[in-house]
């Protein structure tokens, strides 16, 4: 099931126009293999294809700000090989799990309905060492 996917870099853009094209044509490629890698790493019981889009799509909203093409280029090739490590099975489940499905904020955990008869400390002490 796992599958190498060749992306062919050229050199360089020579417009903001064409290292835009070619960051929409990145995202296709990278929308077009969330199946596989949803089959590759088993992801389905903690995240759905659509949030793996977005995730997708905020990671390079992230960088709509930059305007230099070579920077685009730089950051779409570093974005291709990414994906051929997802896809080339070079990451375990948990790394895609931590760094696209949990993401910067971290697990979202409901501390309000068990803490209510915890002492102050233990509160505290939860609160700095959950990961």
């Known amino acids: 099931m796992a599958f190498a996917m060749r992306v062919k870099v050229p050199p360089n853009s020579a417009t903001l126009a064409?290292?835009?094209h070619r960051t929409f044509d990145f995202f296709r490629a990278a929308c077009r293999s969330i199946p596989a890698i949803m089959d590759i790493y088993n992801l389905y019981d903690?995240?759905?294809p659509s949030q793996l889009r977005s995730t997708i799509a905020a990671e390079i909203r992230k960088n709509a700000h930059i305007t230099n093409p070579k920077v685009?280029?730089?950051l779409l090739f570093k974005g291709m090989e990414e994906l051929?490590?997802?896809?080339?099975?070079?990451?375990?489940?948990?790394h895609?799990?931590?760094?696209?499905?949990?993401?910067?904020q971290g697990l979202v955990q409901d501390v309000a309905t068990k803490d209510e008869n915890l002492s102050n400390f233990l509160k505290k002490f939860y609160k700095t060492n959950y990961f």
């Open 72 to 74: 685009i280029d730089m």
């Open 46 to 48: 903690v995240v759905t």
């Open 18 to 20: 064409e290292a835009s």
């Open 96 to 104: 895609i799990i931590g760094q696209y499905v949990v993401g910067n």
């Open 84 to 94: 051929s490590n997802i896809t080339e099975h070079a990451k375990q489940r948990h």
